[in-house]
């Protein structure tokens, strides 16, 4: 279990971590929940020292979306350009694949990284700005689980081998289960209902890109998780904003 933490962890972030790699890689994807939260409450309170320290937040909130990318060598925005091109350009399921497969970013990427990256700045200017950023913690905790529940439920798309393929393999609802489980409790430690009904959330927009991948190529891949990542994780920010009341917050904020 200990080889599956350190295969999530590399996987998912730039965090150095010693040790070997988990030889079945669907080890790794229980503890996406987990690197998630992880990666939250580093850029929690390194948001909470830019507000000690600066006055700024919508610079604050800029440094935020900038560390983000960097904590995760932008694998996910690199996932999400792929599938937008791929989804906006192509028709079948094997053209979709030759566009995702192709380096080159066209112009539904490009779009597609200047709405995220603008959205995602937008809300956490705002959760800032109303000191609610403690949802970036769930937020960042149920995108990555969201990767957990896509690889238990849907088979790899390509015939060819892919970096998610290891990972899609050989998960079952066990480690969906086990994944979020731990979702649920970690963020309900640091938000409470606020936390519980943004994995809820999680889960609906799961549930919905699912129908959409299966219906345009028939599985996943290393690309789509990405961007589903991306989608549930700006979607719960800007869905954090609704929240007046978070339990909790006097320990964070």
Not at 114 to 137: D, G, R, T
Not at 162 to 186: D, M, R, W
Request: charged share 15%; glycine share 8%; aromatic share 16%.
């Amino acid at each position: 279990m200990i080889k599956g933490l350190i295969t999530a962890i590399r996987t998912l972030s730039i965090i150095p971590v010693y040790g070997r790699d988990a030889e079945d890689f669907s080890e790794a994807v229980v503890w996406f929940s987990f690197v998630g939260f992880i990666l939250g409450i580093i850029l929690f309170f390194t948001i909470k020292i830019g507000c000690i320290i600066s006055n700024y937040d919508m610079l604050t909130a800029l440094f935020g979306v900038i560390l983000s990318a960097l904590l995760t060598r932008g694998i996910h925005l690199d996932g999400l350009a792929d599938f937008a091109d791929g989804f906006g350009g192509g028709y079948k399921k094997e053209q979709i694949l030759s566009i995702m497969k192709d380096s080159n970013i066209g112009t539904f990427g490009a779009l597609a990284l200047i709405f995220i990256v603008a959205l995602k700045w937008a809300s956490l200017f705002y959760l800032i700005k109303n000191k609610f950023f403690i949802a970036i913690i769930p937020a960042y905790t149920a995108s990555r689980f969201v990767m957990s529940d896509l690889s238990s439920r849907l088979q790899y798309a390509r015939n060819t081998p892919g970096t998610a393929k290891p990972f899609v393999e050989n998960t079952s609802k066990k480690h969906l289960i086990i994944s979020l489980t731990a979702a649920l409790f970690l963020s309900f430690i640091v938000c409470g209902f606020c936390g519980i009904t943004m994995v809820f959330f999680a889960l609906l927009i799961s549930f919905l890109l699912k129908l959409y991948f299966v219906k345009k190529i028939g599985g996943i891949t290393g690309d789509l998780l990405g961007a589903a990542c991306e989608i549930t994780e700006t979607s719960l920010l800007l869905f954090s904003l609704f929240f007046k009341y978070i339990p909790y917050q006097d320990i964070f904020t």
